[in-house]
């Protein structure tokens, strides 16, 4: 409708009334965004509960705007509890009814993250500049975040005084830590990496090394049922299936021969460290079980 400058209105005939004041303006609409909450209008989610460290998973938020208009978004990853935001997506205006996704790979630009739980945040941009700087809605999915997986999956336990690091042997003292298990139980990789070696060797038996992506740490598996299950420069993931618990080599009984060595590496410079407490703290996070 175009409105007339008051030059175009005719006078009023003579004899009729006086015509009435203009009507009072009508409040201008206020915005969709402004008027309710918009966490209303964002379905989110995360595909899973447990993300590992260079695992199968990333951490990936699934999202979808509902009703009939777009919604301009941004989304945050926030360290529980309490933590800043360490990395933040701008996805700007999204259309209603198309699924939308964000994968995390469990790093902070090149950093791998601490382990801990995480929690994705929807922001409804225009929610916030409508409540006058006030703080948006939000629409938040969290998730756990572990950077190692225990490697023995079945019942197991941590021998006695001579299975730990340090314990005299022949000539030497024992440099890793044992993990009994029957023979036969996977072996999973603690950390994703790149295999350094895997070989056959008297006293180790079948054996494998991980050079762990993200650390300057080697992973050493020994005494395997058979030959590990990759092979020398393969790339492989946290928790995946690299062999089965034996005693080839010289083994009193089926356990894994667990060691850590310290960058340069696994004797290329590194040092071995005494590996049980991690071994005690991945097994209490990641689900094996205890005979």
């Not at 999973?188 to 991980?210: D, M, S, T």
Request: proline letters at 9%.
């Amino acid at each position: 409708v175009t409105v007339g400058s008051a030059a175009d209105v005719p006078p009023p005939a003579a004899g009729a009334p006086p015509a009435a004041g203009p009507a009072p303006a009508r409040p201008a609409p206020t915005p969709a965004t402004a008027d309710r909450d918009t966490s209303d209008r964002i379905d989110a989610r995360v595909d899973t509960s447990t993300v590992f460290y260079a695992g199968y998973r990333k951490a990936v938020l699934r999202y979808v705007v509902t009703g009939d208009a777009p919604l301009d978004l941004a989304v945050e990853l926030v360290r529980l509890p309490g933590g800043a935001a360490i990395q933040r997506w701008t996805p700007g205006s999204v259309a209603p009814g198309m699924q939308q996704q964000i994968a995390w790979d469990g790093r902070a630009g090149a950093t791998p993250v601490p382990e801990g739980r995480y929690e994705f945040r929807v922001h409804p941009i225009a929610a916030a500049a409508a409540q006058d700087g006030g703080p948006a809605p939000e629409v938040a999915d969290s998730f756990r975040f572990l950077d190692h997986k225990f490697p023995v999956r079945g019942k197991h336990d941590y021998g006695q005084a001579q299975a730990g690091f340090g314990a005299g042997r022949s000539g030497h003292s024992h440099q890793g830590h044992d993990v009994f298990a029957a023979c036969g139980t996977p072996l999973v990789a603690a950390r994703g990496g790149v295999v350094r070696f895997r070989a056959f060797q008297g006293r180790a038996g079948n054996y494998v090394i991980i050079d762990g992506d993200g650390t300057d740490v080697d992973y050493a598996y020994m005494h395997l049922q058979g030959a590990a299950l990759v092979e020398k420069g393969d790339r492989v993931k946290t928790g995946q299936r690299i062999g089965n618990v034996g005693d080839t080599g010289v083994a009193h009984g089926c356990h894994l021969h667990f060691e850590t060595w310290s960058g340069p590496g696994w004797y290329e410079g590194g040092k071995p460290f005494d590996p049980l407490p991690l071994l005690r703290a991945w097994d209490a996070q990641s689900g094996a079980i205890t005979r």
